[in-house]
Structures are given as structure tokens and as C-alpha cells.
């Protein structure tokens, strides 16, 4: 049996249509509307489904969860959210492509240490649906993508933020350290008053006071939080320290594991987050790069596979009496941006290829011009000019910095954007 933690979590958000459906003594399925959203609907099956999968969990889990109405009134909204989105995200033509699910579950198998191949089988072992699945997951990808392009893409990180968060690493426990998150969220209306804000404050005041006094977290959130992962206890899942929101970053550095915050305010919101667990992260981290120089040929209307396969096979042959690369490079590479450099790629870590063209470089000598060889690309020469061992460490700090930076805005700006689908949506419950 595989280990489908995402699964469920994927099942417990995401709805699973039909699938649930009675049917009627003659064969026709019988459904209920339980909110009409936009142009859309929300169904009964796919609320009872997502209760009975939540249910299901807690259970297998020992969560206790809130009472019956409030989590019916938790899961709707979820799923009217979610509606909302997928709404948002057919209007504007946004669309995930089966390459694109296909390679979801294979990255899903390989977690699991599977084949791709056995994934149906493996699902239905566990009770759950291959084509269900792959409905739900397409959505959750969706999502994701609209968020993405929505809120993300209009994040900007200065220069100067970075510089701020770099020097902050020194000495900083929370940077040194990776932790397991959960987190409690309260969100404010976006033009919130005095009295809203108030009571809104008092309420996480209240939730804080009853984990003082022993409440489980997991329980509270579920009942109380408005984050999408609340039925689910909360859970945020591992953070390196750099890529903690930002939000988080003051209150974590006196926390040890099991500790919770008081609450936080934030910009339309108040969080109380809980360290789950934590652990010492490597502070240094060394790679292995290699100095790269190619031509390529790229078969068109023009000139053919053979055609382009034989040019190459020419210019190794000028190489090797005494050509220069770089010269051949100018003269006959297709790539734009690497001929005039003479083909220089520079200093690449592995990852940063086609697959055949990393294992080229992997099996080149230095200083040994290559066959000629094939990609998705066209046909290729290579020369791997040097090999180093080469320490990341501060563009791991860079790039981490970045990271951390949007991830903090990315939490705060998600949720008002969420906020703002759902004030404009028309929404009419019928439960």
C-alpha cells in the first residue's frame, strides 16, 4: 500500500464528482444542488463525498473534529472557493494539459517509490478512483497555476530586501533551522471596521487561550481556521529556514518544538502557528559543475535530420584538425543564445538540461569534443572545458532569501485575493 498523504489531502479539498451520486430505481443519477456559485453549482454528491473522506481521515487519524454544522458549513465554503477559481481560471483560458498531469503523477510515484505505470492499480488497492483522481488533481494543479499567475506573478522582491535578508541570516536560529508548520488563520473582511477587527482579535485571543489550557490544535483549526488547509488540522507542511514566511520569522525564533504563538497580525488576517517539529539544517553546500561549450543544428523545412547529423559530423572533423571551436560555433550554431559566445554555456550543475544532453556532459573527458548527438533540440556537439566542485552556498542564500521573500507575501496576498473572488462571486446556498 502506498503512503497517499497528498492523496488525501487532494480528496479531502477537492471534489470528486459523480462518483458519489445514488441512483434511482431506474438507473438515472439523483443529485442535489447545495450552492449555486457564479454560473456553476456546488452538488450534494460532492459534499457528501468530501465529508465522508474527511470524516474517514480524522478517524484514521484520532482527530477529533468540529461539530457536525460547522464542519458542513467549513466544507462548503471550500468547496465554493474552489468553484469560484476554476471559474476564474476557465474564464481567462487556463488550462492543464494531460503532459502536464501525466508528469504530476509520475513526480507522486516516484515519492511513493513506484512506477507510473502502477499508479491505477496502487490507488485502487487504497479506495480510491485512478479517473477520480486525476479529475481532482487536475483541479488542485489548476489552482495552483491561477494563484500563480494572479498573485505571484505580480509579487516583486528588491534587491534591497534581499541584501536585508541575507545579512539577517547571521546568527538567526530560524534561518540555521528547518521546522514543520501548522498554523491557525482568522481572515478580516477587506474593508474591515474597528469592531470587526476587534472581535476578530478577541476570537484568536480566545482559540489561544484554549490551546494554553490543552485544546489539540489540529481540532481548533479545523473548527476555527479559514486557511484551505484547516481540514487538515492546519498543517503547512516542512519549511527550510530561509523559506519561512516572512510573517512567521520573529515568533519562531524562541519556539522550540510543540510551543504555539500568540496571535499574529497580519495584513487582513490574525495567525497563530504551531512548530510541529524541527531540525538543524546544513548551513554550507558544495556541487558539482561543469564548463560547457556546443554547437547545435536544428532541423527545418530546410535542412533534414541527416543533413543536419552530417554538417556536425564535418565540423568535428575541422575540430579535430585544428579548427576552432568557437569559431565553428559562430559560424554554424543554431542556438541563439549561446553562438555568438562561441557556444559557451558556462558553468552548469545538473538539472539545468535535457536529459541527453546532461549525460553527454557526465560521459565527456575534458577537453574531448564529442559525437554528434540528438535532443529534443536538434543534433549537437559538446566540449566540456572544465570541471569543478563549486560551492553554492551564497546563491543558496540569494535565491532562498527570494524565495522566502514571496512565499511571505505570497501567503498574505493569496488570501486577499481569495477574499476578493469570493466578496465578488454570487453565491446562493441552498443548505
Known amino acids: ?14 471534489a470528486a464528482p459523480v462518483a458519489a451520486a445514488e ?3 431506474t ?38 473534529l468540529p461539530p457536525q454544522d460547522v464542519l458542513e458549513e467549513q466544507v462548503l465554503e471550500r468547496l465554493i472557493l474552489t468553484e469560484v477559481q476554476l471559474q476564474r481560471a476557465e474564464r481567462i483560458g487556463l488550462q492543464v494539459s494531460d503532459q502536464m498531469l501525466n508528469q504530476a503523477i509520475a513526480s507522486i510515484a516516484a515519492e511513493n517509490g ?3 505505470e502502477d499508479m491505477p492499480r496502487l490507488l485502487e488497492q487504497d479506495g480510491l478512483s485512478y479517473a477520480d483522481f486525476r479529475r481532482s488533481l487536475r483541479k488542485e494543479i489548476t489552482v495552483d497555476q491561477l494563484r500563480r499567475i494572479e498573485v505571484g506573478q505580480a509579487i516583486e522582491v528588491s ?3 534581499i541584501e536585508q535578508c541575507i545579512a539577517d541570516l547571521e546568527g538567526n536560529v530560524v534561518a540555521n533551522s528547518d521546522y514543520e508548520l501548522s498554523n491557525i488563520l482568522l481572515t478580516l473582511p477587506e474593508s474591515a471596521s474597528n469592531e470587526e477587527i476587534e472581535e476578530t482579535e478577541t476570537l484568536a485571543g480566545q482559540i489561544y487561550a484554549q490551546l494554553q489550557n490543552g485544546a489539540d490544535f489540529r481540532e481548533m483549526a479545523a473548527r476555527y481556521s ?20 516572512t510573517l512567521f520569522t520573529d515568533v519562531l525564533q524562541d519556539m522550540g518544538a510543540g510551543d504555539v504563538s500568540e496571535p499574529i497580525r497580519a495584513a487582513g488576517s490574525f ?56 569559431e565553428q560555433a559562430k559560424l554554424l550554431s543554431d542556438d541563439p543564445g549561446s553562438a555568438n559566445l562561441g557556444g559557451d554555456l558556462g558553468w552548469s550543475s545538473t538539472g539545468t538540461y535535457a536529459p541527453e544532453f546532461e549525460a553527454m556532459i557526465r560521459n565527456s573527458d575534458v577537453g574531448v ?33 527570494d524565495l522566502k521573500i514571496r512565499n511571505g507575501k505570497m501567503e498574505q496576498e493569496s488570501q486577499l485575493w481569495m477574499q476578493r473572488l469570493r466578496d465578488e462571486a454570487f453565491v446562493d446556498k441552498r443548505i
Open 159 to 161: 534587491e534591497r530586501e
Open 369 to 401: 569534443v564529442s559525437e554528434p548527438f540528438r535532443t529534443q533540440f536538434g543534433w549537437h556537439i559538446l566540449e566540456v572545458t572544465d570541471r569543478r566542485v563549486y560551492d553554492n552556498t551564497e546563491d543558496l542564500k540569494q535565491r532562498n532569501c
Open 23 to 25: 441512483l434511482s430505481d
Open 1 to 14: 500500500m502506498l503512503n497517499f498523504k497528498k492523496l488525501c489531502v487532494i480528496a479531502a479539498l477537492l
Open 114 to 116: 513506484v512506477e507510473f
Open 27 to 64: 438507473g438515472e443519477f439523483l443529485d442535489g444542488i447545495v450552492a449555486v456559485v457564479d454560473e456553476g453549482v456546488v452538488l450534494e454528491s460532492q459534499m457528501r463525498e468530501q465529508l465522508r473522506t474527511i470524516v474517514e481521515r480524522a478517524r484514521a487519524e484520532g482527530m477529533q
Open 226 to 245: 479559514k486557511h484551505e488547509n484547516a481540514l487538515t488540522g492546519g498543517h503547512l507542511g516542512w519549511f527550510q529556514g530561509q523559506q519561512v514566511p
Open 271 to 326: 495567525h497563530i502557528v504551531r512548530v510541529d517539529n524541527l531540525r538543524s539544517a546544513i548551513e554550507r553546500s558544495e556541487i558539482e559543475q561543469a564548463s560547457v561549450r556546443h554547437i547545435l543544428i536544428t532541423p527545418d523545412e530546410i535542412i533534414d535530420d541527416a543533413t543536419a547529423k552530417q554538417r556536425l559530423e564535418e565540423a568535428l572533423e575541422k575540430i579535430r584538425e585544428g579548427a576552432d571551436f568557437s
